[in-house]
């Protein structure tokens, strides 16, 4: 019988797993918690972590969240081992849960996202599926909302989809016992942050970085790209990372015919038609 | 308030070379100035608050541990210096900090031109009895002027327009291993395995009478390693305490510290390295420690999938290309750094590498170069700040002006990107 289970629950509550598949189902598309209100991080660009809906066990959800929290923020040590990564707080968002199809992010709530200077919200959901004699085998589907690029596209400025989803273990990779493990990827946060970052930089007109982390979302996203991932979530994922080059064109563009760009800025060195000048 | 010092261990084991280990203050480090390779453990720290009596003992432990872990792997490596930072309770060790007191000159204690030091430290956090466990490692070599990045240099011959001055230095010094998960059974495994190996014993035997090394915020305990035999040393004191017989490595196979610790036989892998790159080896203690360092990376890549660690396997990929490029062997040294690459999506330094060290493999010609040059370009846009970056390209559009058969672009433009690359950083 395989089982599915928000990730919180399904992580860190094994009651859950006796829950019949029925039910689970019932509960993952009716009984969402909804969105509660996240304060980000202050003066930072924040990544929120989200549970999803329906779990009614807030203790397990929690201890799941602060965990993925301490596995993804870097914090000081990020300093330390000079990271290219952007620094970006990760904030647990407890008893935040949005719908796994992304419909509670009305445009009032984006903006408020955008605002506050979020990057990314991240929620899913975890199947458990038994093995006799074994430890269960999990599987994820993560949603990765781009705040920047779906505060664009309510304004009705062409981009790309600003939901992405990706699943975890992808074909061939070993199994993994553990949940937080198992989604807890960084480079795939940091191939979202970078394109989100990059984006909202460019509509910021600061254009310097605004290229370096569209080149970077580029970079990290054909490597994604370049793993056995399936249907929809590749070609969003494809989708994306042309977005992301695009963009990096455009900011190029834009830079040039800005008066106030510096005569010696160095983005005057790329050409506009290959904007991260090779990884076309 | 309990602090704990110096464990310092000397000796004169395989060749005529040094070994030593200590446990000193987190605010007053020094390296063993007569070792080439100097290994610091720092506090493994815990997040989230004021820690819980179990787990502030927990985090002083499991740095023992692994000072004593990599003291005993590293003794292989001759002329080592290892030592344990100690950390107040709250009190954040600062690796920026003690990095700049160890490369500081002209003091006692410091890091002396061409040694090498490998700094690893931590964090615990605890849920619902579980402890999860995230080790970081770093590593630098002293320069006559400050720290030396370890990477390739090369002057490429360019027929008849002089040469081509490029070098690529690792992209990182430093990594940061994935989360380690380990329950309360293994914690009161380390509780146990510590007490044990604070005993100094008469002979190399669990039986034999003990004494408790002591622990003084205020004293140091430094000592030579007299003698080594299987997971014992025979330590004597260099100031004062006790003298005899540690149990330095307490558990094997599936109790040991490193097998849930996997990145110590990574951290163990690099102490392998950065010896190696310290020199001073005859060829035969070369080819030994550089098996040493494939063996540790091996034993950590069989514990950890490419999927769940990318950043390690690509920083082995990168340590492998460079012991690779010292032996010469600059094909297969160009094909680890291409790997290491595409590991390290995010490594505008990666994909420099890669690119400088596929040219020395094959030939500096209009084709090459101009792919040299898309490369770079590449790398440039997603590391602007780059400066070694910048004088490479600098001199590669010398080049194309020097010979614009080459020349992917006309001279006009080619003058002024080079100009864009010599203006100071806006």
Redesign the interface.
């Known amino acids: 019988m395989k089982t599915t289970k928000f990730i919180h629950a399904g992580l860190?509550c094994r009651l859950c797993l006796l829950v019949p598949i029925g039910l689970m189902g019932l509960a993952t598309t009716s009984a969402r918690a909804g969105i509660v209100e996240c304060p980000a991080a202050a003066g930072q660009f924040s990544v929120f972590l989200s549970e999803p809906s329906g779990s009614g066990d807030a203790a397990a959800a929690r201890?799941f969240l602060?965990?993925l929290q301490?596995?993804l923020d870097?914090?000081?040590?990020?300093?330390?081992?000079?990271?290219?990564?952007t620094d970006v707080r990760f904030v647990a968002c407890f008893k935040r849960a949005p719908a796994l199809d992304g419909q509670d992010f009305n445009p009032t709530l984006v903006e408020g996202l955008n605002s506050q200077r979020v990057l990314l919200e991240i929620w899913g959901a975890v199947d458990s599926e038994p093995v006799a004699g074994a430890a269960p085998r999990l599987s994820a589907q993560m949603n990765y909302l781009l705040v920047p690029m779906r505060f664009a596209a309510d304004q009705h400025e062409p981009v790309a989809a600003p939901l992405q989803r990706l699943r975890y273990?992808?074909q061939g990779?070993?199994p993994?016992q553990?949940a937080v493990?198992l989604i807890?990827r960084?480079?795939d946060i940091?191939a979202f942050v970078?394109a989100a970052l990059g984006f909202k930089l460019l509509r910021e007109r600061s254009f310097?970085p605004a290229?370096?982390n569209l080149?970077?979302a580029v970079?990290?996203l054909?490597?994604i790209a370049q793993?056995p991932l399936a249907g929809r979530s590749k070609a969003d994922l494809l989708a994306l990372k042309q977005f992301a080059l695009d963009s990096?064109g455009r900011t190029l563009r834009e830079a040039l015919a800005d008066p106030s760009y510096?005569k010696?800025?160095?983005l005057?060195?790329?050409d506009a038609t290959k904007?991260?000048?090779?990884?076309e | 308030m309990l602090k704990l010092l110096v464990v310092l261990l000397l000796g004169l084991l395989l060749s005529p070379c040094l070994h030593a280990g200590a446990m000193r203050p987190c605010d007053e480090p020094q390296v063993f100035e007569g070792a080439a390779l100097n290994v610091m453990v720092l506090p493994y720290r815990f997040?989230?608050g004021r820690p819980p009596e179990d787990l502030q003992l927990a985090s002083r432990q499991i740095s023992a541990l692994v000072h004593l872990e990599l003291l005993m792997s590293a003794l292989k490596y001759g002329s080592i210096g290892v030592t344990d930072l100690l950390a107040q309770p709250g009190q954040?060790c600062d690796?920026?900090e003690v990095l700049w007191r160890l490369m500081r000159p002209g003091t006692a204690g410091r890091l002396r031109p061409g040694g090498a030091l490998v700094l690893v430290w931590g964090?615990l956090?605890e849920?619902?009895g579980q402890l999860?466990v995230?080790s970081?490692l770093?590593f630098v070599r002293q320069g006559t002027k400050g720290p030396l990045q370890e990477g390739v240099a090369l002057a490429l011959p360019a027929a008849g327009a002089g040469e081509l001055r490029l070098q690529a230095s690792l992209?990182?010094q430093?990594?940061?291993f994935?989360?380690r998960?380990i329950g309360r059974a293994e914690l009161a495994q380390v509780d146990q395995d510590f007490r044990r190996a604070m005993q100094v014993r008469e002979r190399p035997d669990e039986g034999a009478p003990g004494r408790s090394i002591a622990f003084d915020a205020s004293v140091s305990f430094p000592y030579w390693i007299a003698e080594a035999r299987g997971d014992w040393v025979r330590i004597e004191p260099m100031m004062g305490g006790p003298a005899g017989w540690v149990r330095a490595r307490q558990q094997a196979g599936e109790r040991s510290l490193a097998r849930w610790l996997p990145e110590l036989a990574f951290a163990d892998a690099v102490n392998g390295f950065m010896r190696l790159q310290a020199g001073g080896l005859q060829a035969a203690e070369k080819a030994a420690v550089a098996l040493a360092v494939e063996q540790g990376l091996q034993r950590y890549e069989a514990r950890l999938?490419a999927?769940?660690a990318?950043?390690a396997w690509g920083m082995a990929r990168l340590l492998r290309g460079q012991l690779a490029w010292q032996a010469g062997r600059r094909a297969e040294a160009a094909e680890h750094y291409a790997r290491a690459a595409?590991l390290l999506?995010?490594?505008?330094g990666a994909?420099q590498l890669a690119a400088v060290a596929r040219l020395a493999a094959t030939e500096l010609n209009a084709g090459s170069a101009a792919q040299l040059g898309?490369?770079l370009?590449?790398a440039?846009?997603?590391?602007?700040k780059d400066a070694e970056l910048r004088g490479n390209l600098q001199r590669l559009y010398q080049l194309y002006l020097r010979k614009p058969a080459w020349s992917p672009v006309d001279e006009a433009l080619a003058r002024?990107?080079l100009?864009?690359?010599q203006?100071?950083?806006?």
């Open positions: 860190l201890q602060q965990r301490f596995e870097q914090q000081r040590d990020g300093r330390w081992i000079s990271s290219p990564a273990p992808e990779a070993a993994v553990d493990q807890a960084p480079l940091d970078a310097e290229h370096a080149c970077r970079s990290l054909q490597a793993r990096a510096a010696t800025g160095l005057r060195l790329h904007p991260c000048a090779g990884q | 997040d989230g954040v690796v920026d964090r956090y849920q619902q999860h995230q970081y770093r992209p990182a430093a990594l940061a994935a989360p998960q999938g999927e769940l990318p950043t595409a999506p995010a490594y505008g994909r898309a490369e370009g590449a440039l846009a997603m590391a602007p002024e990107r100009a864009l690359l203006a100071p950083p806006s």
